[in-house]
């Protein structure tokens, strides 16, 4: 079975300062791994996967297969930053996404 | 820009009673997703569908629920009885992995049912 943990709930940080959501994930075989993110009032979205390799929004992702992480960074956080971050998992055969408990992330000025 | 769209957004209902949901997915999406969303987690798949047929509906709670999208196209999940346990986030979702190779989905914006 997959499984997908984000320890933190509740994440704030001052704008300008650097920002980590934590991912870990369980899995036996090759996952795909994404973050999508819901800003206020809008729908969920993709912001970047793993094979991608690209920064999007100054994010930036590097998948761990030792660690089973897939934490996501960002050197300076912006106020727009502030939303809810899900780190997901897709099995490559079937497409399923398996997501995280969620992360909410507020950048205080 | 095309768009997942849902309706109701809303629907507030009594234990006992039937909802139904609805879902158009973008345009030329063969694979379509319904998903739960209890508050304070993340969405769960209830059900996945390749075009008109089920290819995944091992979580979906068939006593009660039911999902189906008999053109290929549009899609409506049912719930009868309403239980209580049953208010969260129906969340529907579309993806065109056979095109672009990878598992992007794009969300509708859901339907918030309430079970009193």
């Given at each position: 079975a997959q499984r997908v943990t984000q320890p933190e709930k509740l994440l704030s940080v001052f704008k300008g300062a650097p920002v980590e959501l934590k991912c870990n994930y369980s899995?036996?075989?090759?996952?795909?791994?994404?973050w999508y993110v819901q800003y206020s009032r809008q729908r969920l979205q993709l912001l970047l996967r793993h094979i991608s390799r690209e920064s999007i929004k100054g994010f930036t992702a590097d998948l761990n297969k030792g660690e089973t992480s897939f934490h996501l960074k960002k050197p300076f956080a912006q106020e727009e930053d502030s939303a809810m971050y899900y780190c997901a998992l897709s099995d490559l055969n079937d497409y399923k996404l398996s997501f995280g408990a969620g992360t909410t992330v507020t950048v205080r000025a | 820009e095309a768009e997942v769209a849902q309706s109701p957004r809303y629907k507030i209902t009594e234990k006992s009673q039937a909802v139904a949901f609805w879902c158009d997915p973008i345009s030329g999406h063969a694979t379509l997703y319904w998903y739960r969303q209890i508050l304070g987690q993340g969405p769960e798949l209830l059900v996945q569908f390749q075009d008109e047929s089920v290819v995944d509906d091992s979580q979906l709670p068939k006593d009660r629920f039911s999902a189906?999208?008999?053109?290929?196209?549009?899609?409506?999940?049912?719930?009868?009885?309403?239980?209580?346990?049953?208010?969260?986030?129906?969340?529907?979702?579309?993806?065109?992995?056979?095109?672009?190779?990878?598992?992007?989905q794009f969300f509708g914006p859901g339907t918030r049912l309430t079970v009193l």
């Open positions: 899995y036996s075989g090759s996952p795909e791994l994404f | 189906e999208r008999l053109k290929g196209v549009d899609s409506t999940l049912k719930i009868q009885p309403a239980e209580l346990g049953d208010s969260a986030m129906y969340l529907c979702a579309s993806s065109n992995p056979g095109t672009s190779g990878y598992n992007e």
